[in-house]
């Protein structure tokens, strides 16, 4: 039967019908019982009654549609269904009247589905008179901010005959209680006092009371305005922008937006008027395209944004003087916009001349990047002294390597021995012309091996030291203790690590071999391709190698630097 009644109320929602029946609810009894005065703001809710109820209305457009509301004047009438209009206006889940009309008494059917199938609401308008009203307050009130005021229900001034209990206040439909983080409002009976009154105040207030009419029990319920405001500016308009004169630059047959930006101070009442003048005329037979648009009104006022559009900028208009004139009932105001002609800049030429410019950066940085270390081999080369003069050193470089005994026979030993004794020097020594100290060769036998390898490492100026498992976990690692020891002491003494295999360092290696290994640059050996001489092993061994005058030097004037450098490229 519901659903019925609800298929009937959806297919009359959007017209007035003459007469509508809603099986099950058009007899049931009336739930709820108002009094409104006329001419004066009413809402009515679609919600069954509950006395701990702590709001009024719901604004949300999904409640409104869910909601139909029926109405009729008298009992024998027919139903009509209430469509939207302004007055009464659908609001969410309630009907507002504004005002309400000494013709909207009658009976109120509203259906919420799946939530209340039929809810039957008796209205009554009286007019003030017939209510017996007396100094009926104002429904609209201006309460000034940051001092003290009060709010009372104009309700309470009718049926004065009638005693009367305390008043329910609801603001924006939620109702009003006493709140410990709001000492500055309190409820007393009819009336609410702010002090002080703050801006979010202002809003719509609704009250409600009960009376007893016989045995019929009312609400009576009004409700009041309340717009807060400040005091009323005694400043005319104050400009934002522009400010006096300002000069703009402008370009022949191009559109153009003069702006206008004016603060006006709070008026009760505005009378606020912004418009645009050429040199200071207003010509009827020349009309100005205009705009203004309006920032949020505040209590200190609101800046209003005015528009004058130029189709397109002409001579006349670099000759004329725009002018924007303000006004309020204090006084006004007045800026200017002069235009001047805008030179033309070869913007594509200063685009292009900035992209070619960057683009030549990036080539050179990632140049510089690719060749970093060939660069600085040339460098060194042509333009760097010798730093190996005068410095007392015997040898270039001392060489470190994994030593073979009678009980090892692994060819991965060899070959590291192998490239120790014979690639490394045929390469440094014989093709570079540095000087290299292997101990095994460079050092007589016969005194302690400790003594010797530190005397060793101290008449050299690099310490080479080539890592593999058999290195680090064999008696060769206190070559590298020694060296870092020795590097500590004489700032001129620099360690070049080569990995020449992978290895896992001990548990058992001392602190401060350790943190070379973390901090120190290591170069890497591949056996597959780094033997060849122009491979870039080769070329990181001497950029770590001393500076020095070698027999590889060639030319070594400045044309022969830029020769080198340009074969790079090509």
């Not at 504004?98 to 000494?102: E, G, L, N, T, Y």
């Given at each position: 039967m519901l659903t019925l009644s609800w298929i009937l109320a959806l297919f009359v929602s959007g017209a007035e019908v003459r007469e509508i029946n809603l099986p099950g609810c058009s007899h049931a009894e009336p739930q709820i019982w108002y009094r409104a005065i006329s001419d004066e703001e009413f809402v009515l809710q679609c919600a069954l009654p509950d006395r701990d109820a702590t709001h009024i209305y719901n604004n949300s457009l999904l409640k409104q549609h869910k909601v139909k509301w029926f109405w009729r004047q008298k009992d024998k009438e027919p139903?009509?269904?209430?469509?939207?209009?302004?007055n009464p206006a659908l609001q969410g889940n309630a009907l507002w009247f504004?005002?309400?009309?000494?013709s909207a008494s009658g009976v109120y059917i509203c259906m919420i589905w799946e939530k209340i199938p039929c809810l039957k609401i008796v209205l009554e308008v009286q007019t003030k008179k017939a209510a017996k009203c007396s100094g009926y307050d104002t429904n609209v009130l201006y309460l000034l901010a940051g001092s003290g005021n009060s709010i009372t229900c104009p309700g309470t001034k009718c049926y004065s005959h009638i005693e009367k209990p305390d008043v329910k206040w609801y603001k924006d439909g939620h109702q009003i209680k006493h709140r410990k983080s709001r000492q500055s409002r309190k409820l007393k009976r009819n009336e609410i006092y702010l002090n002080p009154t703050y801006g979010k105040d202002a809003g719509i207030?609704?009250?409600?009371y009960t009376l007893y009419d016989n045995t019929t029990k009312w609400t009576m319920r009004t409700a009041v305005t309340v717009e807060v405001i400040a005091k009323t500016t005694i400043h005319p308009p104050n400009f934002l922008y522009p400010n006096g004169v300002v000069i703009l630059e402008a370009e022949l047959g191009k559109p153009l937006e003069l702006e206008c930006r004016v603060q006006f101070g709070f008026e009760r009442v505005s009378s606020m008027r912004v418009t645009w003048k050429r040199n200071n005329k207003e010509n009827i037979n020349e009309k100005l395209n205009q705009e203004t648009s309006v920032c949020p009104k505040g209590l200190r006022g609101h800046t209003l944004l005015h528009v004058a559009k130029l189709k397109e900028v002409t001579e006349r208009d670099l000759r004329s003087n725009f002018t924007c004139f303000a006004e309020n009932s204090v006084g006004n105001a007045t800026a200017v916009i002069q235009l001047k002609r805008k030179q033309r800049v070869f913007l594509l030429y200063i685009l292009c001349s900035a992209i070619s410019t960057l683009f030549a950066f990036l080539l050179c940085t990632a140049f510089v990047y690719q060749h970093w270390i060939e660069i600085v081999l040339m460098y060194r080369s042509y333009l760097v002294h010798n730093e190996t003069t005068g410095d007392g050193k015997e040898f270039d470089a001392f060489v470190s390597y994994a030593k073979l005994d009678s009980s090892e026979s692994d060819s991965t030993l060899i070959s590291e021995e192998k490239f120790a004794l014979e690639l490394l020097p045929d390469m440094l020594e014989n093709k570079y012309g540095y000087k290299l100290c292997i101990l095994e060769r460079d050092v007589l036998p016969g005194g302690a091996y400790t003594d010797e390898v530190v005397t060793a490492i101290k008449q050299s100026r690099r310490a080479i030291i080539i890592l593999s498992p058999a290195y680090v976990s064999g008696p060769s690692i206190f070559e590298l203790q020694a060296a870092v020891n020795c590097a500590l002491e004489d700032k001129k003494i620099k360690l070049v690590l080569i990995k020449f295999q992978a290895f896992q360092e001990p548990e058992t290696l001392p602190p401060v071999v350790k943190k070379a290994?973390?901090?120190?640059?290591?170069?890497?050996?591949?056996?597959s391709i780094s033997a060849a001489p122009n491979k870039k092993f080769w070329k990181y061994m001497r950029y770590h190698m001393p500076v020095k005058t070698t027999k590889m030097l060639g030319n070594c004037s400045l044309k022969g630097f830029f020769q080198r450098l340009f074969s790079l490229v090509y």
């Open positions: 139903l009509k269904a209430i469509k939207e209009s302004s504004k005002p309400v009309r000494d207030y609704v009250c409600d290994l973390r901090i120190l640059p290591v170069i890497t050996w591949k056996s």
